[in-house]
């Protein structure tokens, strides 16, 4: 199961961390991803990491501004968002995945409930 937290109301420019904490024991073996929707818009792969940290992927709207990490022994994925764009609001997602494929998480065995976060301009 997991647990997604951290979204809110931002000012453009701002930043917000995600968190999404993972219940059981087998966290560790699982690829780790943020996706988003958008209001009137299809769910949007976001950010990836693989089960042992050393690789990380990124969607192009956001390369260079959110950075995806994970702690095993937390069990928590995050991701940390900075200069955050009125395009940046949607509903965020956290998905453990087996498939990693260097641009997007596959094979989705588990989502989140989402978090709301809202960019104003």
């Known amino acids: 199961q997991l647990q997604a937290s951290g979204g809110g109301l931002v000012q453009a420019g701002g930043s917000l961390r995600l968190s999404c904490a993972a219940s059981?024991?087998?966290?560790?073996?699982?690829?780790m991803g943020w996706f988003r929707q958008a209001p009137g818009k299809e769910r949007e792969f976001v950010a990836a990491?693989?089960?042992?940290?050393?690789?990380?992927s990124y969607a192009e709207s956001v390369q260079g501004r959110f950075t995806i990490s994970r702690d095993d022994a937390k069990t928590t994925v995050y991701l940390q968002m900075n200069s955050l764009k009125f395009e940046d609001t949607a509903v965020y997602y956290c998905?453990?995945?087996?498939?990693?494929?260097?641009?997007?998480?596959?094979?989705?065995?588990?989502w989140g409930k989402g978090t709301l976060v809202t960019v104003s301009s």
């Open positions: 990491i693989s089960w042992s940290g050393a690789r990380t």
């Open positions: 998905a453990a995945g087996t498939y990693y494929s260097g641009s997007s998480l596959r094979s989705i065995q588990y």
């Open positions: 059981g024991r087998t966290f560790s073996s699982y690829h």
